[in-house]
């Protein structure tokens, strides 16, 4: 069963989901914010599976 704060982790997830995705898709991608997004996104895909 899903908690407020799993459903709450899962959508953040998917927004530096598409932020990633939208940063790769720029003419001229900046590695730097890359590397913290997905930074980011780890950290929050640990803490789902950890819940």
């Given at each position: 069963?899903?908690t ?35 930074k ?12």
């Amino acid at each position: 069963m899903q908690t407020t704060h799993q459903t709450a982790l899962e959508t953040k997830h998917a927004v530096l989901d598409q932020r990633i995705a939208d940063e790769i898709h720029r003419p001229l991608p900046d590695a730097n914010v890359l590397a913290s997004l997905k930074k980011q996104k780890l950290r929050l895909k640990e803490e789902i599976v950890n819940l």
